[in-house]
Structures are given as structure tokens and as C-alpha cells.
């Protein structure tokens, strides 16, 4: 972006649709390479930002074989940052709910963890920014373990104090208009201690609303799930739950027996909830015009500014969309590690930190009210009846284990 001052250089990995390496350039950051296997992330990436060097294989295990600082004009520790965050299917509680449920390091997937960590022993930044699904750093499954060891192997053998610290937080939190669980983590190299950037919008938070309320489209998607009929009959910021023996609508579902995402719909006094990336037909949020959100709907509550181009089919955008790390964020924890680092002159870091997030949307004086709620539809009234509720904390989907997948030792 012309006219921000650069405090340093960041290599991206897992680059996706360019939202981590979008919010760090607006903290101030200078790209010196992407590493993204996905050709469709591929085409984002192209399309907005042309002088990035997305390296030609984007594999990151791959890459961390043969890749060094001087392939990028740089020395050994002179990086300033390594972000990334590894594919977060292994780690993700949505997985609970497929046959295939996670199975955090022992996933091949997980690999790529490994691949990232050769790469910052290779390059010796000054700090590792990493930015995943809550699963990724806590649980049975995580990868901490991993992480930890890894980086202690790269103290004793470079002479380095990579210190890292990690906290799950919602995005909300720091005013991108989604809840979005994230665990954030930082390592810097010389031993100073990171800190997790505090909250800003814990209690006044950007809502759908502020994020939507002027979004023109010729076209808006319409819904296509059996279920979405139902739509119309559920309330603003309620799923199917409303349709439930415990609910105030109609007796259609059992109690918890479906997934939360379920017929849920936005409100707009409220920030959206987790944009999924691969969201089934009758899979919210959808919009409050009872209506699937369309793409440039997704990409504001995810924080992308209407000039970074979505290229593709739909459903390819979602899923990166899904998969994006919300910009605002990344901005917020870019500004935060600039100023933890003291990177740049203090002539030029001080006055910038103190600008608002170039990310950051207002919040709208006024929120109109709820949409009214219709009748319950008469198609949907054979499936009115009593219903089993789930049967209890613990009883749902059990993660996959070693034995049931073969590769127990």
C-alpha cells in the first residue's frame, strides 16, 4: 500500500486468499515471499497483489528442503517475521462431526507443522506469528507439544531464546464483525516475552449489521438446503433450535440433534458467527433476507476490504473465504509485534501505531429492528411431532483414534 511506512520483512506461509498477508502489509509489514500450494488461493493472491513473490512450489514441506534466506536477498536471522497458519482440519471441532474426526498430529496434514519449524530454523526470524483453529494449541490432539519442542531443539542449537506464548481469542474481540475462535501465537527470538494484544471491542463489538448495511448485489444468492424453507419462521440470530420441544416455534427437530450452524441466521445488532468453509445447503449463517450471504457479504464480515478482488466460482471463494484469517486480526497482531519489537524509528512507529486499524469498520449509529418472523409453513407441518433430544454432554461424535484408522504401532 503506497504511503505506509515498511518495519520489517515477513515471509507468508499457507498464504490462502492473502488475509494474514494482507493485515500485516497494512501493520506495516513488506512481504518477501508467499509459500500457498492451492492454485485457486494462488489466482487470489495474483489477482490482488502481483508483486508479491508467491514461490512458484508452494509446499511448504516441500519448500523447507530447499528454500533459504538468500533465495529471498536475506541472511540468516535479518527476517523480521515467519507467519502462517497450518491447514487446520486436523485440529478443527467441526471434524467431530464427520466420519473422519480429528486427528491432530497423527493426520499427515499435521506435517506441514514440522515443514513451518524447519523453515524458522532455517531463516532465525526475530519472531513466529501463528494464527489456527483453537484445537491447533489445546487438546489431546494439538500440536503445542510439537511446537515447544521443536523451537527448544532450535534454542540449543542456534543459541536463540524463542519464548512462546499463546491464548485463544475472538476476533469480535478486536473488531472484525464475526465471532471467530482463534488460538494466536507469538515466538520471538531474543528472549523478550510476547504479549497477546488486549482486547478493544470486548464490549462494544462491530455488528453484522455495521459490516453489511451498504452492500449492493445485483444478484443475491438464493437458498437451495430442503430445510431453508424454514427460514422465514425463525427469528434473527436463531438456528433451528427455535424448532425444537425447548424452542417457541414448532416441534420439527430434537433438541441439540444438529449441528449449531443449523438454520442459523445473522442479527444485525450482533457480530456474525464463524464463517464456515465448506457450509452444507442448509449451513448458516445465512443473511436476515433468509438467504444464503453472498461473496462480498462473507468477504466484509471477514474483514477484506471491497478492493481485494475474489476471483473464482463461488463455491471455491467460500471455502477460501472460510479458511481466510480475518485481515483486521491480522493487522491488530502485525501493529502489535511492530511495537513489542520497536521495529522501524520511533519517529515513524509511534505515530502509526497510534492511527486507527486501516481495517477497521465504524459502527452505525443506528441498527434497524429484526425483520418480522412469517407463519410456520404449512409444507413443513407433517414434520411437526415429538422428538428425541440428544442424549447428553459427551454422548455426541468421539473423535477418531489411532486403531480405528490402522496406524496404531
Not at 29 to 38: K, P, Q, R, S, Y
Not at 86 to 108: E, I, N, T, V, Y
Not at 143 to 149: F, Q
Request: hydrophobic share 40%; net charge neutral; aromatic share 8%.
Amino acid at each position: 500500500m503506497p504511503g505506509l511506512h515498511r518495519f520489517g520483512r515477513a515471509l507468508s506461509l499457507f498464504s490462502g486468499a492473502g488475509g494474514l498477508d494482507l493485515g500485516l502489509e497494512r501493520a506495516g509489514f513488506t512481504t518477501v515471499a508467499c509459500l500457498e500450494i492451492d492454485e485457486d488461493a494462488r489466482s487470489v493472491l495474483a489477482a490482488n497483489r502481483r508483486r508479491w513473490n508467491v514461490l512458484e512450489d508452494g509446499d511448504v514441506v516441500k519448500a523447507a528442503k530447499t528454500l533459504k534466506p538468500s533465495d529471498v536477498g536475506l541472511k540468516p536471522g535479518e527476517l523480521e517475521l515467519i507467519a502462517g497458519g497450518p491447514p487446520c482440519q486436523p485440529f478443527s471441532k467441526a471434524a467431530q462431526w464427520h466420519r473422519a474426526a480429528r486427528m491432530g498430529m497423527l493426520d499427515p496434514r499435521a506435517q506441514t507443522v514440522n515443514g513451518m519449524f524447519d523453515l524458522v530454523e532455517s531463516f532465525l526470524p526475530r519472531a513466529v506469528m501463528v494464527e489456527n483453529v483453537s484445537g491447533f494449541l489445546q487438546g489431546k490432539n494439538s500440536a503445542l507439544d510439537v511446537i515447544t519442542s521443536r523451537l527448544d531443539e532450535i534454542n540449543q542449537r542456534h543459541c536463540t531464546n524463542y519464548e512462546f506464548m499463546w491464548e485463544i481469542v475472538d476476533a469480535a474481540d478486536y473488531g472484525v464483525p464475526q465471532h471467530r475462535q482463534r488460538a494466536i501465537a507469538f515466538a520471538f527470538r531474543d528472549g523478550l516475552k510476547p504479549v497477546i494484544p488486549s482486547p478493544t471491542h470486548a464490549h462494544r463489538p462491530v455488528r453484522a449489521w455495521d459490516a453489511l448495511w451498504d452492500v449492493r448485489e445485483d444478484e443475491k444468492p438464493h437458498p437451495s438446503g430442503y430445510w431453508t424453507g424454514l427460514l422465514p419462521s425463525i427469528p434473527e440470530g436463531k438456528n433451528y433450535l427455535h424448532h425444537t420441544a425447548r424452542g417457541e416455534g414448532q416441534e420439527v427437530f430434537g433438541w441439540r440433534t444438529r449441528y449449531w450452524s443449523f438454520l442459523l441466521k445473522l442479527a444485525k445488532d450482533r457480530p456474525s458467527w464463524t464463517l464456515p468453509a465448506s457450509p452444507g445447503p442448509n449451513t448458516g449463517p445465512f443473511h436476515w433476507e433468509n438467504r444464503p450471504l453472498s461473496i462480498r457479504e462473507q468477504a466484509r464480515l471477514q474483514s477484506f476490504p471491497d478492493s481485494w478482488r475474489m476471483v473464482g466460482p463461488d463455491h471455491i471463494l467460500r471455502r477460501l473465504i472460510g479458511n481466510a484469517t480475518p485481515p483486521l486480526l491480522a493487522e491488530v497482531l502485525g501493529r502489535s509485534i511492530i511495537d513489542q519489537l520497536a521495529l522501524g524509528s520511533p519517529e515513524d512507529r509511534i505515530p502509526h501505531l497510534a492511527r486507527r486499524a486501516s481495517l477497521q469498520r465504524p459502527r452505525r449509529r443506528i441498527v434497524p429492528s429484526p425483520e418480522p418472523v412469517d407463519e410456520f409453513p404449512e409444507a413443513f407441518k407433517q414434520h411437526v411431532g415429538a422428538k428425541a433430544a440428544h442424549p447428553g454432554e459427551g454422548l455426541g461424535p468421539a473423535p477418531r483414534t489411532a486403531l480405528d484408522t490402522g496406524t496404531a504401532g
